[in-house]
């Protein structure tokens, strides 16, 4: 009996540790996957998931263009068919776009074959509307198992998550965003925010519009830089987080 109870606790620790991999941000046991630099460092990271979006992302590219400041984002394959005007506008105003599945499975579930086919059909749709790009993925939810970040190299994809969270999916305030990400900042931080929503086109982004606005005239303020991933990992190439043991 004491050794099943025993058991029974450690297998359910090892599912709890299992789950809180597969979705947690900053884990690296199923593959390596950018989340950031060496606390510190005067460098952060806007990114945007779940565009493209209307009218919230272009409402965001004038924030973004007011500061001069360049972000990633993260786009479902299925909006992109739906608007590709709105990621050639992200294009043209120079930030980046990445692959974040056709229509936002949570691949934890996925079969290797669908989560091949999510990944592909985002960078058509993607290739059709924009063309070149840059070869950057963010599974939805940071949902992922030990094969799916492999796939995502097979097919040329760099994955990428985040280390500092707005919540800003649950339709809180500006501020409740603004001041969740002011507590996580340390330096060198990859910021997730949403400029759309996964289960419909159009959800209202109106206060990430404004947390970013805030966001970035505050960091700016004390000296910050805010940078693309590619100039986050490029510029910094070895230093970042992507070493962690586990
Ligand atoms: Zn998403």
């Known amino acids: 009996m004491g050794s099943f109870v025993i058991g029974a606790g450690f297998a359910a620790a090892a599912a709890v540790a299992a789950g809180y991999q ?94 091949t086919m999510q990944l592909r059909d985002c960078e058509q749709a993607l290739i059709d509307a924009v063309g070149e790009h840059s070869r950057l993925f963010r599974p939805p939810f940071g949902g992922r198992r030990p094969g799916t970040l492999k796939i995502a190299r097979a097919l040329g994809l760099e994955p990428v998550m985040w280390n500092v969270t707005g919540w800003d999916w649950k339709g809180k305030p500006a501020e409740y965003v603004e001041t969740r990400i002011s507590q996580q900042i340390r330096g060198g931080d990859v910021i997730l925010l949403h400029d759309g929503g996964h289960a419909a086109f159009g959800a209202d982004r109106s206060q990430t519009v404004i947390a970013a606005d805030r966001l970035i005239a505050t960091y700016c303020a004390q000296g910050y830089e805010f940078v693309t991933i590619p100039e986050m990992m490029h510029e910094n190439a070895g230093s970042n987080l992507s070493s962690v043991a586990c």
């Not at 597969?22 to 565009?51: E, K, N």
């Not at 979006?53 to 479902?76: G, Y």
């Open 22 to 115: 597969s979705m947690a941000p900053t884990g690296q046991c199923y593959g390596r996957a950018f989340t950031g630099l060496r606390r510190g460092s005067r460098q952060l990271a806007l990114t945007f998931d779940d565009g493209p979006n209307d009218p919230h992302t272009l409402r965001l590219l004038e924030v973004l263009s007011r500061h001069n400041v360049k972000a990633t984002f993260f786009l479902i394959g299925r909006y992109v068919k739906q608007r590709p005007d709105i990621a050639r506008e992200l294009v043209r105003a120079g930030h980046i776009v990445g692959n974040h599945t056709f229509n936002h499975p949570n691949l934890i579930f996925a079969s290797a074959r669908e989560t």
